[in-house]
């Protein structure tokens, strides 16, 4: 499967823990995304990376959340310290070049804080 | 500031007629206007994109307008068919380089047979 990957795909962790999340886009994607997504709505940006470098954060997420994406292939999304509120569905997605390509989503990683 | 909005959050159609879905965007640089289908448990999926050079595109029953000027682009499916239940979500690019996508809130659509 050449598609956006992600993993875990499920992860429960406790209250204060930190969890990390791993994307690998389709190999020759140069952009790269993360959302978050509720139950009932649309996905929310997180960040994006052209190639290695991040080039926009939303103002909504805390310093709790970093993401990198070292090599400008696979990204990690770290969340420390977590919430019950983090509990989502974190979704990756990937594209490549510039606007109006579209862009790929993963399976999605679902995050459970209990 | 930047925002896409859509509506209705719900829509329930009988088989057979057609859908509407609308969406409004802030960012007057947005130049690309994908559509996404996501069934239960699944990925969001592209079903048809438009951009800003052209006004309506079709692909079979599911066809997009846009309307630059008012800034709304709508969703158009004909025929429905249960399969085509699901949510659906707009998105535009917005920032300063016009590369971050925002989507819309969703509408969950239902198909009565």
């Known amino acids: 499967d050449t598609g956006v990957s992600q993993d875990p795909r499920h992860k429960i962790t406790k209250r204060g823990q930190n969890v990390t999340f791993r994307c690998d886009p389709i190999?020759?994607?140069?952009?790269l995304y993360w959302y978050r997504q509720t139950l009932g709505q649309g996905p929310e940006f997180l960040t994006y990376?052209?190639?290695?470098?991040?080039?926009?954060k939303s103002r909504l997420l805390s310093d709790r959340f970093s993401a990198e994406r070292p090599k400008g292939s696979f990204s990690t999304l770290e969340i420390q310290r977590t919430e019950q509120g983090d509990s989502a569905m974190y979704l990756c997605?990937?594209?490549?070049?510039?606007?109006?390509?579209?862009?790929?989503f993963g399976e999605g990683s679902w995050l459970t804080v209990v | 500031g930047e925002n896409v909005e859509q509506h209705p959050s719900t829509l329930s159609v009988q088989e057979g007629d057609s859908a509407v879905i609308k969406c409004t965007y802030s960012?007057?640089?947005?130049?690309?206007f994908p559509w996404y289908k996501q069934e239960l448990g699944k990925r969001p999926q592209l079903i048809i994109d438009?951009?800003?050079?052209?006004g309506e595109k079709k692909d079979q029953r599911i066809a997009v307008t846009l309307n630059k000027t008012a800034k709304h682009f709508s969703l158009h499916i004909t025929e429905t068919q249960p399969e085509d239940s699901a949510v659906y979500f707009c998105a535009a690019p917005t920032g300063s380089s016009a590369s971050k996508i925002i989507f819309g809130s969703g509408t969950r659509l239902s198909i009565r047979p």
């Open positions: 960012d007057s640089a947005s130049n690309y």
């Open positions: 190999s020759e994607h140069n952009r």
């Open positions: 438009i951009r800003s050079n052209v």
């Open positions: 997605a990937s594209s490549l070049g510039q606007t109006g390509n579209t862009i790929y």
């Open positions: 990376f052209q190639n290695e470098a991040q080039l926009e």
